[in-house]
Antibody
Framework: QVQLQESGPGLVKPSETLSLNCTVS????????WSWIRQPPGKGLEYIGY???????KYSPSLKSRVTISVDTSKSQFSLKLSSVTAADTAIYYC????????????????WGQGALVTVSS | QSVLTQPPSASGTPGQRVTMSCSGS????????VSWYQQLPGTAPKLLIH???QRPSGVPDRFSGSKSGTSASLAISGLRSEDEADYYC???????????FGGGTKLTVL
């Protein structure tokens, strides 16, 4: 059974960079779109972006200028960095596995981490 | 405001059948698979339906999905109290090149 676990600071200061890691266990990190999704408290889901094990990435247009997703296949980990954060970036951040519909396009999100609450506050 | 439109709420009584809709456009639902997710309070979302109407292993057949043109629907039959949750539709958007989610429908079991 594939499992994903987020880790990282729960509190980040405004204007700083949010950093989270996701460790994948129970399966290979190859051949899927490893994704980050966030959910502000009491609100809906927002897709941030994904990385393929080869290193290719796609980011949400609304966050593209501030987001970097990277992968370390040797550790079965992938990571999220979001720069210049504001209070609007306060959310539960989920790492997840995306299936491949066609090349470049995510089909569905079939495994999710439990989520990590990140609060942006001074 | 979400690219995919879902009604904010739905309700039903135990045993009833409820449906919820998800409306999009030709660049998303019209050209890609739709998936549905159930989010119980305080938990991560769970995949309920993928490829428009396919249930992952372990999902009861009370849950069914369909798609027609640029809209999709989720139906729950034999409603149970434990079905009370938020339900999200999602698909790929060819114009945005990203996964998009609906705003979610909060299901209340009366």
């Amino acid at each position: 059974q594939v499992q994903l676990q987020e880790s990282g600071p729960g509190l980040v200061k405004p204007s700083e960079t949010l950093s989270l890691n996701c460790t994948v266990s129970g399966g290979s990190i190859s051949s899927y779109y490893w994704s980050w999704i966030r959910q502000p408290p009491g609100k809906g889901l927002e897709y941030i972006g994904y990385i393929y094990y080869s290193g290719s990435t796609k980011y949400s247009p609304s966050l593209k200028s501030r987001v970097t997703i990277s992968v370390d296949t040797s550790k079965s980990q992938f990571s999220l960095k979001l720069s210049s954060v504001t209070a609007a970036d306060t959310a539960i951040y989920y790492c997840a596995r995306g299936s491949i519909a066609v090349a470049g396009a995510v089909g569905s999100i079939d495994y999710w981490g439990q989520g990590a609450l990140v609060t942006v506050s001074s | 405001q979400s690219v995919l439109t879902q009604p904010p709420s739905a309700s039903g009584t135990p045993g009833q059948r409820v449906t919820m809709s998800c409306s999009g456009s030709s660049s998303n639902i019209g050209n890609n698979y739709v998936s549905w997710y159930q989010q119980l309070p305080g938990t991560a979302p769970k995949l309920l339906i993928h490829r428009n109407n396919q249930r992952p292993s372990g999902v009861p057949d009370r849950f069914s999905g369909s798609k027609s043109g640029t809209s999709a629907s989720l139906a729950i039959s034999g409603l149970r109290s434990e079905d009370e949750a938020d339900y999200y539709c999602a698909t790929w958007d060819d114009s945005l090149s990203v996964v998009i989610f609906g705003g979610g429908t909060k299901l209340t079991v009366l």
